[in-house]
């Protein structure tokens, strides 16, 4: 009983993401860049996680601008999608890029 209980209560009250209110998130770069590197063996490496830090100060740079224009609820879903994968700026702009494309669609068709 104590376990229906408590999904219950997690379907009520949703995921425990950082709300949405408080702007992007913060997310260890430096971390995910450096396991990237790793994973693309010494040879690579150096090359490896500058690309991957490019790549996700890029990213946040654009979000910068993007994330204000997502409703709140297209920016819990982003958020979702993000801490679900790798927690990184890449995957939430990935998301939101999905997102903007999905509201110019339906404003474009009305529906």
């Known amino acids: 009983m104590g376990i229906r209980l408590a999904v219950a209560a997690l379907l009520l009250t949703g995921p425990a993401w950082p709300a949405v209110a408080e702007g992007l998130p913060r997310y260890d770069v430096s971390g995910h860049c450096g396991r990237v590197a790793v994973v693309a063996g010494k040879a690579r490496s150096p090359e ?64």
């Open 48 to 111: 490896m996680r500058e690309a991957c830090e490019r790549r996700e100060q890029e990213a946040h740079a654009i979000l910068t601008q993007t994330w204000p224009t997502l409703s709140p609820a297209a920016q819990g879903r982003c958020l979702w999608a993000a801490h679900a994968y790798d927690r990184t700026y890449a995957t939430l702009h990935d998301c939101v890029r999905l997102e903007l494309e999905a509201m110019e669609r339906r404003r474009r068709w009305g529906s």
